[in-house]
């Protein structure tokens, strides 16, 4: 599955990918966001990352920049299976922060949810990450007041993270008493 929004190209990571997510990911300040990223990151993490089967309902992207020198991808989003839920989940390079490419790809991943059939989505932020919190509630995810012990490989153990979600059911169809029985 491929993806063109305003200024990215979403597509699906291939093996010879992995120098450029093990260049994006290997930063402690990246992989300490996250839930399932090992610190430290190795080669062989990334070349694992690369080779992973891809799930229909659950795709994965990279994120990718297309401008005239190539197309270097710059981090990582996706929608995963999370106790049954379709969990947003997404990384990016620290180069690439505060660009707005995050929230774009973040958008486009929610389009990308809706049309493949998902009506909700989850997701969440560690406290000392608010920045993630703000792109997340910027494409529509509103907090659900929860807030729990994340398990995170990169930090070595659990940290308290805010739990969001984003109905997607009324984005094409109009609002719910609006729809065509």
């Excluded at 597509?11 to 610190?39: C, H, K, S, Y």
């Amino acid at each position: 599955m491929f993806h063109r929004s305003e200024r990215l190209f979403l597509r699906p990571a291939w093996p010879e990918d992995w120098e450029a997510v093990f260049e994006g990911i290997a930063d402690q300040g990246v992989v300490q966001n996250l839930t399932r990223a090992p610190w430290p990151y190795a080669p062989e993490d990334a070349r694992a990352f690369v080779s992973r089967k891809q799930y229909p309902d659950f795709p994965s992207f990279l994120v990718v920049i297309p401008n005239a020198n190539g197309a270097r991808p710059i981090g990582c989003i996706g929608i995963n299976n999370l106790n049954g839920e379709a969990n947003l989940g997404y990384w990016l390079g620290r180069r690439w922060w505060g660009y707005g490419y995050a929230t774009e790809a973040a958008r486009a991943v929610c389009e990308i949810a809706h049309a493949i059939g998902h009506r909700r989505l989850v997701a969440s932020h560690f406290v000392d990450n608010p920045a993630s919190g703000k792109v997340l509630r910027k494409v529509g995810f509103r907090p659900t007041g929860i807030v729990r012990p994340h398990s995170s490989l990169g930090r070595g153990g659990d940290a308290p993270a805010v739990e969001l979600v984003r109905e997607l059911e009324c984005e094409e169809d109009g609002p719910p008493q609006m729809r065509a029985a």
